[in-house]
């Protein structure tokens, strides 16, 4: 009788002592793979329905300092950490195209979300902004950054050394208009921010900006080249761009808005509310991931390496002389005129998340602030589009998953002064509008 070969049998009878060592070997591998996988993923990427719907999505952003927690969170493998290994961060080249592709969704090959402008989520939501004035639902899911703006002048004016006070502009701008010339001041985006702290600026000095100059329109990272040429008079815009402009030594920077208002909110993190709205679990890794890069940013310790990942080419293509200073608090204002270690830097977490919190209240000053500009009707429901708007539920959920202890959790962030002596009381808005000379509402 042949005699059985069973070299080939997979039987468990057949295992000889090797085979038996090789898998229980293997076995004790996977299983440390998957505690190792475990603590790289403490939100429960991989548990049973726990993980984010999808493994990413796309986010845009402005090349603008503010956006470092955008390309941080990227750069560092926080959202791969998070379940979110396919996230895309996307430069966009204006507000208005960001804009535009925000509508269109990822669907439609534009975005889901990304850095943007405050107001915008009101100013889209309501359709106020968008192509047929179509509403587009957007939620702010937190605060990017505070500070680090600023107003910065064409050198044509540099003997009146303009500062956080306009006036001294004044006499010079109406005898250029006299002479038939125009002065024309830019901002980003009309009712986004920098186009809320230059007419702000302008007002209190007594310069009505929609009389006395022309606001136009110029992306953050064509302001320079367009003030070489000699397009615009002053222009407001975030960083690395007033940085640059003094290095270049083609203006001077008249102040930096936290001057204006201290500890001011800038950039948010918004999304599409339908993408939100389907994907709840991507959305808090979204969160997460860049919670704990705003944390990252805040260091000080990390400023350099920051300043490094950013101005690389494939994100805002700058040198980091242009970024670094003011991050750090170092402000060459141009002409002679610098500061240091000043508390001007650009903020990302502060002590608890207080800066990345997304606080209700500084939602109602922006509304009112465009409603002062006829942006809005004065009889807009503020809290009623704040409530629809603002996420900070959401914010409270990632939080709490990080395990940051002490964050906030209520609406207000209280009573907003300003370097004019205004105060802000988000109870009473429509008070602090009434207490404003320059405005277009009638209230």
Same mark, same amino acid.
């Given at each position: 009788?042949?005699?059985?070969?069973?070299?080939?049998?997979?039987?468990?009878?057949?295992?000889?002592?090797?085979?038996?060592?090789?898998?229980?070997?293997?076995?004790?591998?996977?299983?440390?793979?998957?505690?190792?996988v475990r603590a790289a993923f403490p939100g429960g990427a991989f548990a049973q329905g726990?993980?984010?719907?999808v493994k990413g999505t796309k986010l845009g952003y402005i090349a603008l300092t503010d956006?470092?927690?955008?390309?941080?969170?990227?750069?560092?493998?926080?959202?791969?950490?998070?379940?979110?290994?396919?996230?895309?961060?996307?430069?966009?080249?204006?507000?208005?195209?960001?804009?535009?592709?925000?509508?269109?969704? #990822?669907?439609?090959?534009?975005?889901? =979300?990304?850095?943007? $402008?405050?107001?915008?989520?009101? $100013?889209?939501?309501?359709?106020?902004?968008?192509?047929?004035?179509?509403?587009?639902?957007?939620?702010?899911?937190?605060?990017?950054?505070?500070?680090?703006?600023?107003?910065?002048?064409?050198?044509?004016?540099?003997?009146?050394?303009?500062? #956080?006070?306009?006036?001294?502009?004044?006499?010079?701008?109406?005898? @250029?208009?006299?002479?038939?010339?125009?002065?024309?001041?830019?901002m980003t985006f009309p009712g986004g921010t920098h186009d809320l702290w230059i007419r702000?600026?302008?007002?209190?000095?007594?310069?009505?900006?929609?009389?006395?100059?022309?606001?136009?329109?110029?992306?953050?990272? %064509?302001?320079?080249?367009?003030?070489?040429? =000699?397009?615009?008079?002053?222009?407001?815009?975030?960083?690395?761009?007033?940085?640059?402009?003094?290095?270049?030594?083609?203006?001077?920077?008249?102040?930096?808005?936290?001057? $204006?208002?201290?500890?001011?909110?800038?950039?948010?993190?918004?999304?599409?509310?339908?993408?939100?709205?389907?994907?709840?679990?991507?959305?808090?890794?979204?969160?997460?991931?860049?919670?704990?890069? %705003? %944390?990252?940013?805040?260091?000080?310790?990390?400023?350099?390496?920051?300043?490094?990942?950013?101005?690389?080419?494939?994100?805002?293509?700058?040198?980091?002389?242009?970024?670094?200073?003011?991050?750090?608090?170092?402000?060459?204002?141009?002409?002679?005129?610098?500061?240091?270690?000043?508390?001007?830097?650009?903020?990302?977490?502060?002590?608890?998340?207080?800066?990345?919190?997304?606080?209700?209240?500084?939602?109602?000053?922006?509304?009112?602030?465009?409603?002062?500009?006829?942006?809005?009707?004065?009889?807009?429901?503020?809290?009623?589009?704040?409530?629809?708007?603002?996420?900070?539920?959401?914010?409270?959920?990632?939080?709490?998953? $990080?395990?940051?202890?002490?964050?906030? #959790?209520?609406?207000?962030?209280?009573?907003?002064?300003?370097?004019?002596?205004?105060?802000?009381?988000?109870?009473?808005?429509?008070?602090?509008? @009434?207490?404003?000379?320059? @405005?277009?509402?009638?209230?």
């Amino acid at each position: 009788m042949k005699k059985l070969d069973k070299s080939n049998d997979r039987t468990p009878l057949a295992l000889d002592r090797r085979a038996l060592l090789s898998r229980t070997a293997a076995v004790a591998s996977t299983a440390a793979l998957m505690s190792a996988v475990r603590a790289a993923f403490p939100g429960g990427a991989f548990a049973q329905g726990a993980g984010p719907e999808v493994k990413g999505t796309k986010l845009g952003y402005i090349a603008l300092t503010d956006a470092a927690p955008l390309v941080i969170a990227k750069e560092k493998g926080l959202f791969a950490k998070h379940g979110l290994p396919d996230m895309d961060i996307s430069k966009q080249a204006s507000w208005g195209a960001l804009r535009d592709n925000m509508a269109l969704g #990822t669907k439609a090959n534009g975005i889901d =979300g990304g850095h943007i $402008l405050r107001p915008k989520t009101h $100013l889209y939501a309501t359709g106020k902004v968008m192509q047929g004035n179509q509403p587009l639902p957007m939620y702010t899911l937190l605060n990017l950054n505070e500070d680090c703006q600023a107003i910065s002048v064409a050198d044509e004016f540099k003997d009146l050394k303009a500062g #956080t006070d306009s006036s001294v502009l004044k006499e010079a701008f109406a005898k @250029k208009k006299a002479a038939g010339k125009e002065v024309k001041v830019a901002m980003t985006f009309p009712g986004g921010t920098h186009d809320l702290w230059i007419r702000y600026w302008l007002a209190a000095g007594g310069i009505d900006p929609d009389k006395d100059v022309s606001t136009i329109v110029v992306p953050p990272p %064509q302001m320079v080249a367009n003030m070489k040429v =000699g397009n615009m008079d002053a222009f407001c815009v975030g960083e690395p761009w007033n940085e640059q402009l003094v290095n270049q030594g083609i203006g001077y920077t008249a102040c930096t808005t936290g001057e $204006l208002w201290f500890r001011h909110p800038e950039k948010i993190l918004g999304m599409r509310a339908d993408w939100v709205d389907a994907n709840p679990r991507a959305t808090r890794a979204i969160l997460m991931a860049v919670m704990e890069a %705003q %944390q990252w940013c805040e260091k000080m310790e990390n400023k350099a390496e920051m300043a490094e990942i950013v101005g690389r080419r494939q994100w805002f293509n700058v040198p980091v002389p242009d970024i670094i200073g003011r991050i750090k608090g170092d402000i060459n204002y141009g002409h002679g005129r610098t500061a240091k270690d000043t508390n001007l830097l650009m903020k990302f977490w502060g002590e608890k998340g207080e800066v990345s919190y997304p606080w209700k209240s500084l939602d109602t000053w922006f509304i009112a602030e465009n409603i002062r500009w006829g942006k809005f009707e004065p009889s807009i429901d503020i809290k009623a589009l704040v409530d629809k708007t603002n996420r900070s539920d959401l914010w409270i959920e990632a939080a709490k998953k $990080l395990g940051v202890a002490g964050h906030p #959790t209520g609406d207000s962030r209280g009573l907003e002064k300003f370097f004019d002596g205004k105060v802000f009381d988000p109870a009473d808005p429509m008070a602090y509008l @009434k207490s404003l000379s320059i @405005k277009r509402a009638s209230v």
